[in-house]
């Protein structure tokens, strides 16, 4: 079928639903819900059998849905409505939940259900729990309502039809709805409601008396403190105290600024606050914030960064260099990058990196500063001599996050993870990383090209077909965890493990004298310096925009296919 993918924006979900709609041959173009007339415009061009609607944020005009079939995928059980789904799911602490498919009609999220799909629910933040199990199950659900409407028997029922159906209409969750009282919340009341809220729009408080948004909330097991009280600050988290216990704070995004972490956004206050670091890379026993963690199984050493949203800032990148340096030095045959829960990277901080040009500093040297900082740990990673290196994508990864990763012997991916290995959306950076170097070698010149051109996400499974990453494999991140530490252990088991040591480093002594490393990273950073201060402003620009939210007012053409040239209006 021809199916347009109208969205608010092409968030991992519509990447991720559009890629499987293209592996089950039909065919693909995106608008972005811009304007009623421009969506109109959009259907007239591609002439639709369908349209989908993996993300959006306003109702579809009467002049589309009464003569094109739309199907919505709405975050929320059958016969749950409204826009704060999964808000109200998370801070009513529901222990399942679901996602419905259904058909627009006149009256919001309340026409036919084609399909739906349900979940058990984790104690996470909602940009999680919308990453993992609303993905799966939208993506599940959506490509059965597809079937559906193409074999053309099964008939479509209204949630007030089918029986015992729990779902209801809940209104717009209001900050005074998410409210926290420090003085009488305990540490699991304030994490529900600030992961309700999380990663948009954050829950309305104040710190050092300033209004701001809070995100990223981690529970702390020992330090105690005044319910209220800002106890302790360790690198880019504060910890405040709860009627029970501690939560410390990743994010937060202060009034009229941009989402930061938290000891930047507070830098000047933060600084008369105690320090409570952590002892060296190995995972804590007891809760706490911790973003670089190392454990051992054996032969295998595991390197946790749990870094929010995947991105990775200049002092976060030489933290990571110095763990990865000293995990190097471990007695283990095979080393494993796991990255965070969410996001394995998502490459250089661009919100850290536009805080700099809010203050005094240079957003240029501070992109320069990062862009160096993430060659540094790629170097780290690419000369690892003595163990087999294993990036384990159980998160989605993009832009320099990917070469990050594909710096690593191997890459295994999770099956439902969505690779973005491209530099240039971000106003037309090429990007560095030795993607020069690490790219063309696994997909040949020609594909590396179109790959850094087209622009187009990958799914894990084409990612492994095109020789992209090593390995696809199945399940949710737990049963993804043990498959890996499997892997892990069989390859550092292997009685061929020496012979692949001594392949790696000849191959690499051979690439080195071919070509030494310092050369690609000097050729792709020539590039970059005249991203960051040259005269074509197109990065700061794009970054900008990127970091504000700032809405779309066009979709982009690599996506709006129907807006190529040939295609007219008949
Ligand atoms: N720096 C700072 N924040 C980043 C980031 C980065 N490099 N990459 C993603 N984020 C943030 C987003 O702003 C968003 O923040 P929010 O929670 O406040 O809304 C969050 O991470 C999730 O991003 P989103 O775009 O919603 O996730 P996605 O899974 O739909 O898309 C990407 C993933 C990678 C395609 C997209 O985030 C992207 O293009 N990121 C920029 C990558 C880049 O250009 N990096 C710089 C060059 S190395």
Redesign the pocket.
Known sequence: MRILLLTH???????RLGAELVRRGHEISVEFDIADSVTEEAVALFRPDLIVAPYLRRAIPESIWSRHVCLIVHPGIVGDRGPSALDWAIQDGEARWGVTVLQAEAQMDAGPVWASADFAMRKVKK?STY?NEVTQAATAAALQAVQRIEEGSFVPQRPTALPSVRGRLRPLMRQSERSLDWARDDTATVLRRIHAA???PGLADSLFGQPCHL?DAWPEATLRGTPGAILARRETALLRATVDGAVWIGHVKRAGSI?LPTALAFAQESQAIVQAPLEGWWRTALATWQDIAYEEMGQVGFLHFEF?????STVQCERLRLALQWAKQRPTQVLVLMGGSD?WS????????EAASLGQGSAADESWNN?NA?NDLALELITCERQMTVAALGG??????CFLARAADRVWAREAV?L?PH?K??GN?Y?S?YWTYLLPRRVGVAAAQAIMHNRQ?LTALRALEIGFTDACLAGDAAAFGAAVAQRAQALAASPDLAATLNAKREARARDEATKPLAAYREEELRHMRRNFYGFDPSYHVARHH??H?TLASWTPRHLARHRELGWTIP
């Open positions: 924006a092409f968030n991992s979900l519509t990447q940009s990453r999380d990663g948009f995100f989402k929010y949203n995947g991105a990775m996001f998502n490459g250089i901080h661009l919100n850290v990196i862009i993430m989605n990864t993009g832009a320099g996050g969505v973005n530099y959306n971000m950076l990007g990383e996400p990127f970091v939210k």
